[in-house]
């Protein structure tokens, strides 16, 4: 006899409304719409483990139908950093929500790292940053051995005094993450700590620091993840456009986008190409410049974000487009 699974029915309303699928669209194949509807009004219900794979697999909780529920919590954070990666906040956020969808033995590490991984999320889904939540999720983090998720706290507590404008705080967090992340961390969290650091250097105007940072790991480059690799080329390709290199920035953006595509991360593609058209702009070769918008166009349409990519092919036209209309307004009587 199939093993039986406790389940939060109201969790999975809440994730099957949020995914946008009607009750006959989530059950079919599975269950009946009525029963998933008696299952979803219930706070707590057995259901066979079969049944429950299915449901979490077609509402995107996890990746496959072969997840193990007894690490549910687990499994659902991986599913929440395969969608980070992706810079796909808004389902991460809703993949998270339901770490406790499926009832499973506690586990401290996969909860502290869902709720750093939430707070970062959120931040990118434009809600306001809580550095001192974070800081708190880092602490908790250190307690239970979790020593890589308390990098990831200190490198968005960090982001986050950055957008407030504590820049000061930011680097001093960035500096101990990065000494952290050597001594214990995986080389992609090395190689983003070191892109988040120089990042801040480069909206601080040190554009040549920031370079000499980067400059002190990248023989790990080729050592990284996809992601790691893209978000250190990024900023590396614009340290260069910003100490007056442009020729090294087009060459390291280019491999960045190559990277991003890799993972694949659209719309961070679709942003490093806009980046990439910048330094072709400086270089004079507008052609390239163009073409390096119409992919980013693209791109930015393959991540569903159609307001980006109008910007982008609007700016390419108007090489094409505003001399046309400068000659015909010289020409007017």
């Not at 679709?270 to 270089?283: F, H, K, R």
Request: net charge neutral; charged share 25%.
């Amino acid at each position: 006899m199939e093993d039986l699974v406790w389940v939060k029915g109201q969790r999975l309303r809440a994730a099957r409304e949020a995914a946008g699928l009607r009750l006959v669209d989530a059950a079919y194949g599975i269950m009946s719409p009525a029963n998933l509807s008696r299952i979803e009004r219930h706070e707590r219900h057995k259901l066979p483990r079969s049944a429950v794979l299915g449901l979490a697999a077609r509402l995107g909780l996890v990746s496959t139908g072969t997840a193990d529920l007894q690490a549910w919590p687990r499994e659902v954070g991986q599913t929440a950093i395969d969608l980070l990666r992706r810079w796909r906040f808004s389902n991460a956020l809703l993949v998270l929500r339901s770490r406790d969808a499926v009832l499973a033995p506690i586990d401290h590490v996969a909860e502290v790292q869902a709720q750093i991984l939430g707070e970062w999320a959120q931040m990118q889904c434009l809600q306001p940053g809580r550095p001192d939540v974070v800081r708190d999720l880092g602490r908790r983090a250190r307690e239970c051995g979790a020593l890589r998720q308390s990098i990831w706290a200190a490198a968005v507590e960090a982001e986050m005094h950055g957008h407030a404008g504590d820049s000061p705080t930011a680097l001093t967090l960035l500096k101990r993450a990065s000494t952290e992340a050597g001594d214990v961390g995986e080389v992609a969290d090395v190689l983003n700590v070191r892109a988040a650091w120089g990042r801040l250097l480069l909206k601080g105007g040190e554009p040549h620091h920031g370079l000499a940072i980067l400059g002190e790991v990248k023989t790990l480059l080729d050592s990284g993840s996809d992601y790691s690799q893209a978000r250190f080329l990024h900023a590396q390709g614009m340290l260069w456009s910003a100490a007056g290199h442009p020729e090294e920035a087009a060459q390291a953006l280019r491999a960045a986008i190559q990277a991003a595509l890799s993972i694949p991360n659209h719309r961070m593609a679709g942003v490093v190409e806009c980046a990439l058209a910048d330094a072709y702009e400086s270089m004079g070769d507008t052609d390239q410049a163009d073409a390096a918008l119409v992919r980013a166009a693209s791109s930015f349409t393959q991540a569903g974000d159609s307001h980006d990519a109008a910007d982008a092919i609007s700016v390419a036209l108007r090489h094409h487009i505003a001399p046309e209309k400068i000659e015909r307004e010289r020409l007017r009587p």
